[in-house]
């Protein structure tokens, strides 16, 4: 299964100008044209503006203002995947006691 990284970008428009490309710009004036195949979509977790999600390794050619702090995995056919994550548990050491008698339940 092949996977991509994205990441959210904020963008002030994202406007069709062919069957294959986006023109973008961003909130600091800078635009630039991405393909239709980057995009994976609207992120709606977004409230204040829009948001897309866009693949990071085009993302550094292109002059379009972004920041790496919200990423997500899709896979090829367009599907954000599940973002697991592993704990591992350590139990605390605990000190051996010597006698392991229980007061209340001993017989007087």
């Excluded at 299964?1 to 406007?15: A, G, R």
């Excluded at 980057?38 to 002059?63: M, P």
């Excluded at 919200?70 to 000190?95: A, C």
Aim: glycine share 4%.
């Amino acid at each position: 299964m092949k996977k991509t990284l994205c990441i959210s970008v904020k963008v002030e428009s994202l406007i069709p100008i062919s069957d294959k490309a986006y023109k973008v710009r961003s909130f600091d004036g800078s635009e630039d044209i991405l393909p239709k195949s980057c995009v994976f979509g609207q992120d709606y977790e977004v409230q204040k503006s829009e948001a897309y999600w866009v693949a990071s390794w085009i993302l550094g050619k292109k002059n379009i203002l972004y920041s790496n702090k919200k990423q997500r995995w899709f896979d090829e056919s367009g599907k954000m995947l599940p973002t697991v994550t592993y704990e591992r548990h350590t139990p605390t050491k605990e000190k051996p006691v010597n006698d392991n008698t229980i007061s209340d339940l001993k017989r007087c």
